[in-house]
């Protein structure tokens, strides 16, 4: 067997490191050291070595090979770009900006097209440089020519790096949606080459999905790379994964995790020698400390050190953000007279530049609003904290996906839990009802976003919806289904990431004044109530035509306990074979719990209300409460609404013509589904076949003013856009109505359990019924809970009379749950939400 020669084990050490072998890669270039290759192959061998050596070991003795290969008699200048695109690479990923800049600013003077993949890698790695240091301009310089080159030169994987790093820009200058399709467009390339080039795109879409604030999903493919990287033996990459890991348990205010990962990550670096990383990862232990309260003296002081010595290293905005970390711990402490002394160290952190990512702007906020407190400024502290939650809708109206608008509401959660408290002490409704309006709901106030028709998406609509149908059937003949199961999930993921693509309105509606909604209240002689959660208590804003009050309903925890009891006892009494002794017993127990949470969420306000129907806002943990089932407020029109101000914009849209046009829908396994359409349609005298597929659905949905679905439907909590509803051809979802160009002014889901959300930081719900009303249904009749077949037959046809008559929606609902109670003992968790009257 022949012996292979120096240059071919160093080409096959090329390789093995693109593929991620590094101790194959590193063992081929130790022994073609041992070949005596000529002097311009060994430098290339030390040039390869080095790198190893440095991710290995540590930068110097990477770094000392690369000395070694510098020396060499008679160096082409080829090869001296090449040491010096390799010098840079290895100062890059130890911190030191200012060494690695100076590196490959000389190898790129040194090297041209005529060796095309010599010239792109040093490149990339500056163009990665330059936007580590914000110079977002010449990144995007650097990545362009990079691809003009490779893709001239068939070099696609070096054009699919660049790419995905335009991408990372993306992030940097705001616009979240275009970085997740130019990263999603090329991670099949990068993943193709090596579990390596893998875990740097999920690591870096992390960072994507932490600013758009799907946290979870963060950590998840986090937690991915870390895995990757080390089965590729990676540790400087495995660190960084482990760092922005920390990042997210900061975030989640998982601060003992954040202080664990923070450390872990430190301790690598400091043994790489990468000196700015372990700087990084110092901050986030430190700020974790700062949230916890922890040593709040010596943390101040060593947040500033690690600040000056980031500066000092070249990254500005990690500096500026360690700078916040030691603000905020000095104002927690702030000793007596020092209040000059922290606002004029502050001085350079807090001024608010244009460019400023979103988590950085929202900290200088926070430490501004903090400081004019300490400086016994209360106004300019609320207007800082305005003024935050502004710039945080500003930034939410770059989001297209309602799923992405939703989430990002939890980067101003503490802000807006902050800025409720301070309203709440002042005791003054027009106070509390103006920051509830700013602060929750935000995705509310901004207009739907029509995205654009995407075959792809469809494709696996469709494909999704079939095999749904078939892990049913396999369900329920007890066969295992696990590769049904996960080809699902995947579905489901590919689906959601790629409605995240869609850019948003860029535009904003401003919260309504407390006068013009009680001027509208006035008309109906009618009340807007909301419930509202701070520091475990439950509170209740009144406003009505005349009056307005403020009350402390008291803690929060056992309103919440008997809201879960009440949807558990529901749930029960729609079970068909639940056997009677059994359903009198949960009978009587949902009728005590329903009077129990009258008493505690109603009770109290009743001197406060006027004659007319009811504008509710609950807390985003309170959205569930079968409203019209209480006591107090049976047979009462009433309307649940994110916010006052999403009331009065969807008032227009919710108006129904005289004689509205109607769709009919029947899904299977609803006994009497067909008859409660039939009836329906008799009630308005018209002949309106009833459809059964999704498609039929919703091209019905596009044209109607009025949609009545008597179908099944199924809540799913843990990814609520594909809550559905069940029809003959399988799951229609509400990602796929939410998405329709027009939806009817009004749509009634008589027997599911699609009114329920799931609540996200923010005061943001997500599930069907907020998707549909977001995507420009007026009202929408959906249940908190699961609605018996005979329940839901009654109901239907009432509704939709009282309607032909001229009620309200509200109203009509109201009448109709009062007219089935006639004939039925259980009552229908139905609820009216949105513009309802």
């Given at each position: 067997?022949?012996?292979a020669?120096a240059?071919?084990?160093h080409?096959q050490?090329?390789?093995e490191t693109?593929?991620?072998r590094?101790a194959?890669?590193?063992?081929?270039?130790?022994?073609?050291?041992?070949?005596?290759?000529e002097p311009?192959?060994?430098?290339?061998i030390?040039?390869?070595?080095?790198y190893?050596q440095?991710e290995?070991?540590?930068?110097?003795e990477g770094l000392a090979?690369?000395?070694e290969a510098?020396?060499v008699v008679?160096?082409?200048?080829?090869?001296?770009?090449?040491?010096a695109?390799?010098r840079?690479?290895?100062?890059?990923?130890a911190g030191?900006s200012?060494?690695?800049l100076a590196a490959?600013?000389a190898?790129?003077s040194?090297?041209?097209?005529?060796?095309?993949?010599?010239?792109?890698?040093p490149l990339?790695?500056?163009?990665?440089l330059?936007?580590?240091?914000?110079?977002?301009?010449a990144?995007?310089?650097?990545?362009r020519r990079c691809?003009?080159?490779?893709g001239?030169?068939?070099?696609d994987?070096?054009?699919?790096?660049a790419?995905h790093n335009l991408g990372?820009?993306?992030l940097l200058?705001?616009?979240?949606p275009?970085a997740?399709r130019e990263?999603d467009?090329?991670?099949?390339t990068?993943?193709s080459?090596?579990?390596?080039y893998?875990?740097v795109y999920?690591?870096d879409?992390?960072q994507?999905?932490?600013?758009?604030g799907l946290?979870?999903?963060?950590?998840?493919?986090?937690?991915h790379?870390?895995?990757?990287?080390?089965?590729?033996?990676?540790p400087?990459d495995?660190?960084?994964a482990e760092?922005?890991r920390?990042?997210?348990?900061?975030?989640?205010?998982r601060y003992?995790?954040?202080r664990?990962?923070a450390?872990r990550?430190?301790?690598?670096?400091?043994?790489?020698?990468a000196?700015?990383?372990?700087?990084?990862?110092?901050h986030i232990a430190?700020?974790?400390a700062v949230?916890?309260?922890?040593?709040?003296?010596?943390?101040a002081g060593?947040?500033?050190?690690?600040?000056?010595?980031?500066?000092s290293?070249?990254?500005?905005?990690e500096?500026r953000r360690a700078?916040?970390?030691?603000?905020?711990?000095?104002?927690?402490?702030?000793?007596?007279?020092?209040?000059?002394?922290?606002?004029?160290?502050?001085a350079?952190a807090?001024?608010l530049?244009?460019?400023d990512?979103?988590?950085?702007?929202?900290a200088?906020r926070?430490?501004?609003?903090?400081l004019?407190?300490a400086q016994g400024l209360?106004?300019?502290?609320d207007a800082?904290?305005?003024a935050a939650?502004?710039d945080?809708?500003?930034?939410?109206?770059?989001?297209?996906?309602?799923?992405?608008?939703?989430a990002?509401s939890g980067?101003g959660?503490?802000l807006?839990?902050?800025?409720l408290a301070?309203a709440?002490?002042?005791?003054?409704?027009?106070?509390?009802?103006?920051?509830?309006e700013?602060?929750r709901?935000?995705?509310?106030?901004?207009?739907?976003v029509?995205?654009?028709t995407?075959p792809?998406?469809?494709?696996?609509l469709?494909?999704?919806?079939?095999?749904r149908?078939?892990?049913?059937?396999?369900v329920?003949?007890?066969?295992?289904v696990?590769?049904?199961?996960?080809?699902?999930?995947?579905?489901?993921r590919?689906i959601?990431?790629r409605?995240?693509?869609?850019?948003?309105?860029?535009q904003?509606?401003?919260?309504?004044p407390?006068?013009?909604v009680?001027?509208?209240?006035?008309?109906a002689?009618a009340?807007?109530?909301?419930?509202l959660?701070?520091?475990g208590?439950?509170?209740?804003?009144?406003?009505g035509p005349r009056r307005?009050?403020?009350l402390?309903l008291g803690p929060a925890a056992?309103a919440?306990e008997l809201?879960h009891?009440v949807?558990?006892?529901?749930?029960a009494?729609?079970t068909?074979?639940?056997?009677e002794?059994?359903?009198?017993s949960?009978?009587a127990?949902?009728?005590?719990?329903l009077q129990?949470?009258?008493?505690?969420?109603?009770?109290?306000l009743r001197r406060?209300?006027?004659?007319?129907?009811?504008?509710?806002?609950?807390?985003a943990?309170?959205?569930a409460v079968?409203?019209?089932l209480?006591?107090?407020?049976r047979g009462?029109?009433l309307?649940?609404?994110?916010s006052a101000?999403?009331?009065l914009?969807?008032?227009?849209?919710?108006a129904?013509?005289?004689?509205?046009t109607?769709a009919l829908?029947a899904g299977?396994?609803v006994?009497r589904?067909?008859?409660?359409v039939r009836?329906?349609?008799?009630?308005?005298?018209?002949?309106s076949p009833?459809e059964s597929t999704t498609a039929?659905?919703?091209?019905?949905?596009?044209t109607?003013?009025v949609l009545?679905v008597?179908?099944?439907g199924v809540h799913e909590?843990?990814?609520p856009?594909?809550?559905h509803l069940?029809?003959a051809d399988?799951?229609?979802f509400?990602?796929?109505?939410?998405?329709?160009?027009r939806?009817?002014?009004h749509?009634?889901?008589?027997?599911?359990?699609?009114g329920?959300?799931?609540?996200?930081?923010?005061?943001?719900?997500?599930?069907m019924?907020?998707?549909?009303l977001?995507g420009g249904a007026?009202?929408?009749?959906?249940?908190?809970a699961r609605?018996a077949?005979?329940?839901?037959?009654?109901?239907g046809?009432?509704h939709?009379?009282a309607l032909?008559?001229?009620?309200?929606?509200?109203?009509?609902?109201?009448?109709a749950?009062?007219?089935?109670a006639?004939?039925?003992?259980?009552?229908?968790?139905l609820?009216c939400?949105g513009?309802g009257?």
């Amino acid at each position: 067997m022949p012996v292979a020669s120096a240059a071919e084990l160093h080409a096959q050490s090329v390789r093995e490191t693109e593929r991620g072998r590094h101790a194959a890669a590193r063992r081929l270039l130790h022994t073609a050291l041992r070949r005596d290759p000529e002097p311009g192959l060994r430098a290339r061998i030390l040039i390869s070595l080095a790198y190893h050596q440095a991710e290995r070991h540590s930068l110097d003795e990477g770094l000392a090979l690369l000395g070694e290969a510098d020396e060499v008699v008679d160096l082409p200048a080829r090869l001296r770009g090449m040491v010096a695109a390799q010098r840079g690479l290895l100062y890059m990923r130890a911190g030191r900006s200012p060494d690695a800049l100076a590196a490959l600013d000389a190898a790129v003077s040194l090297l041209d097209e005529s060796e095309p993949e010599d010239i792109c890698r040093p490149l990339l790695n500056r163009g990665i440089l330059h936007m580590q240091r914000g110079v977002l301009a010449a990144a995007r310089a650097d990545f362009r020519r990079c691809i003009d080159v490779a893709g001239r030169h068939g070099l696609d994987m070096l054009a699919a790096k660049a790419a995905h790093n335009l991408g990372y820009l993306y992030l940097l200058s705001g616009a979240l949606p275009r970085a997740l399709r130019e990263m999603d467009t090329v991670q099949s390339t990068l993943s193709s080459q090596s579990p390596m080039y893998a875990a740097v795109y999920y690591i870096d879409r992390a960072q994507v999905l932490l600013a758009a604030g799907l946290w979870r999903e963060a950590d998840d493919d986090l937690a991915h790379a870390v895995d990757l990287f080390r089965g590729a033996r990676a540790p400087q990459d495995q660190a960084e994964a482990e760092l922005a890991r920390a990042q997210v348990a900061l975030l989640e205010e998982r601060y003992p995790d954040a202080r664990r990962l923070a450390e872990r990550a430190r301790k690598r670096f400091a043994a790489r020698g990468a000196d700015a990383w372990t700087l990084l990862a110092q901050h986030i232990a430190l700020a974790a400390a700062v949230e916890r309260g922890r040593g709040m003296r010596s943390v101040a002081g060593d947040a500033a050190r690690v600040a000056a010595e980031l500066a000092s290293a070249g990254l500005d905005d990690e500096a500026r953000r360690a700078t916040l970390t030691g603000i905020a711990a000095l104002l927690a402490i702030r000793p007596q007279g020092s209040v000059e002394e922290i606002r004029v160290a502050a001085a350079g952190a807090i001024n608010l530049r244009r460019d400023d990512p979103i988590a950085t702007r929202l900290a200088a906020r926070s430490v501004r609003a903090r400081l004019a407190d300490a400086q016994g400024l209360p106004g300019r502290a609320d207007a800082e904290l305005r003024a935050a939650l502004a710039d945080l809708h500003r930034y939410q109206a770059s989001f297209g996906s309602l799923d992405l608008q939703t989430a990002v509401s939890g980067h101003g959660r503490r802000l807006a839990e902050q800025g409720l408290a301070r309203a709440l002490a002042t005791g003054r409704p027009a106070t509390v009802f103006g920051w509830a309006e700013r602060a929750r709901a935000l995705s509310t106030r901004l207009p739907p976003v029509v995205p654009p028709t995407d075959p792809e998406a469809a494709g696996m609509l469709e494909e999704l919806r079939h095999l749904r149908v078939e892990l049913r059937g396999a369900v329920l003949a007890g066969h295992p289904v696990p590769a049904l199961r996960t080809r699902c999930a995947q579905l489901e993921r590919l689906i959601r990431q790629r409605s995240w693509y869609t850019p948003g309105p860029g535009q904003t509606l401003a919260p309504a004044p407390l006068g013009e909604v009680q001027d509208q209240l006035a008309v109906a002689d009618a009340t807007y109530v909301a419930h509202l959660l701070s520091g475990g208590r439950l509170h209740a804003l009144v406003a009505g035509p005349r009056r307005r009050a403020l009350l402390d309903l008291g803690p929060a925890a056992p309103a919440i306990e008997l809201l879960h009891r009440v949807r558990a006892d529901l749930d029960a009494l729609a079970t068909l074979n639940l056997p009677e002794p059994m359903r009198l017993s949960v009978r009587a127990a949902s009728r005590r719990s329903l009077q129990r949470l009258d008493e505690l969420l109603w009770h109290p306000l009743r001197r406060h209300l006027a004659d007319g129907p009811l504008l509710l806002a609950p807390a985003a943990g309170l959205v569930a409460v079968p409203w019209t089932l209480l006591p107090a407020l049976r047979g009462r029109p009433l309307a649940v609404v994110a916010s006052a101000t999403a009331w009065l914009a969807a008032r227009d849209r919710a108006a129904l013509p005289t004689r509205p046009t109607l769709a009919l829908a029947a899904g299977p396994r609803v006994a009497r589904a067909a008859e409660e359409v039939r009836l329906v349609a008799e009630v308005w005298s018209v002949h309106s076949p009833a459809e059964s597929t999704t498609a039929g659905v919703r091209d019905a949905a596009r044209t109607a003013d009025v949609l009545h679905v008597a179908a099944h439907g199924v809540h799913e909590p843990d990814n609520p856009l594909f809550s559905h509803l069940e029809l003959a051809d399988g799951p229609l979802f509400g990602h796929e109505l939410h998405q329709l160009p027009r939806l009817p002014a009004h749509i009634v889901l008589s027997a599911c359990e699609l009114g329920l959300a799931r609540p996200r930081p923010g005061e943001e719900t997500l599930g069907m019924t907020a998707a549909l009303l977001h995507g420009g249904a007026g009202s929408v009749v959906a249940g908190v809970a699961r609605i018996a077949d005979a329940v839901a037959y009654q109901v239907g046809p009432a509704h939709h009379a009282a309607l032909r008559d001229g009620e309200s929606p509200a109203a009509a609902l109201a009448a109709a749950i009062e007219s089935a109670a006639k004939a039925e003992e259980d009552l229908a968790p139905l609820v009216c939400f949105g513009a309802g009257w």
